[in-house]
């Protein structure tokens, strides 16, 4: 039989799932093999900044491997990292129990769980523009609508549950809140937490709680408290993991909880039955997440106190570049400022010729699912004050050339 050249067809659902955070690495990349040194401020993870990993955390790993646990785990997780989630959520107001609560290959995983389990190709998810893109992936590998509800830098990045109101359909299945927020670092205020715990209540609906930042608030309430707190009987999953507060993304490790209403009794069912197909998470790692929320937390105090501090140098610094302005974010390792145009011009150009002159890599806006033409852009402010400092000088030197062109 002839051998057949033809490239091997690549499914249609790949198109729609982009992920700007790391698919703009491949540009870096370019422009490093030309010579010039990266400096990278795209990807939320503080490990490569010098930030470390709590030992215990690492020494239960270590044990969990030696004591020969390194066989598969029940689909759910093992007993303890569960039953140390649901009493974490039940000291932060949100009685749960540990049959409510998955372990996830890191909260990326149970957002995919949660999604595969609740909605169907055509079906409408709410989604804050900007979001952290993972949730427009799913929804785009679904085949799901997604529907943007808008946060305003104007408002400190506050969404209007007017707006969230007025764009619910027969077809919507969930609402989306990233809340201490990725891209934008804003938390929400009571009122707005409990009017959305109103809308999903009053709705068949469920809110899709994203709380991975709960941890990392720079001031009062610390911890920032689950949203579901406020309304333990709402239809309600609550995502979050060891990756940001707890210093460890590579592990791969983190969670779900799903409300205790019976509402959710078919869902927590189905999340079961998608869970068993994919075996377990990273076993060793699962014993970590015992360690973590049993243990020593006070590594999240000097955490705290280094975000602040170049959140504060970050806002001021950009907000000093003319032609940029910065929302001060209050929590996490991220702000969004925003660069004013100039007619024709794109988000993305302008963080490619940033990228391109300087070697400073942040990730534009229409990444995350703001319009092109606003000129936002996402910066990672996790490397030292001192290096942040350099960084934000060679960015004033960019952007006066840019716009003036
Ligand atoms: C808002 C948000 N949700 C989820 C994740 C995924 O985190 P994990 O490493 O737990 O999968 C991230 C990672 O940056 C994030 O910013």
Redesign the pocket.
Known sequence: MPRVTSAIPVAGRVAGFTYAIRNIVVEARKVEAAGKTIRYLNI?DPIPFGFETPPHMVEAVDRAMRDGHNGYAPSPGIESAREAVAAEFTSRGLPTTADRVIITS????G?ELAMGALVNPGEEVLVPSPT?P?YTAVLAKIGAKIVYYRTDPAHGWMPDIDEIRSLLTPATRAIVV?DPN?PTGAIYPTSFRRALLDLVNSHNIVLLA?E??GDLAYDDPVPVPPIGSLDPDAPIIS?S?L??GYLA?GW?A?WLAVGRSPRLDDVMAALRKLADGRLCSPVPMQYAVTAALTGDRSHQIPLRKALRERADLTTARLNAIPGISCVAPVAAFYAMPKVDLPPGKTDEDYVLGLLRATGILCVHGSGFGTRPADGFFRVVFLASPSELADIYDTMAVFTAEYLRR
């Open positions: 939320g890191g909260a990326s995983e957002i952290y993972l990233i990725n994203d991975v930042y995502f993991s990756s940001k993304p791969r983190g």
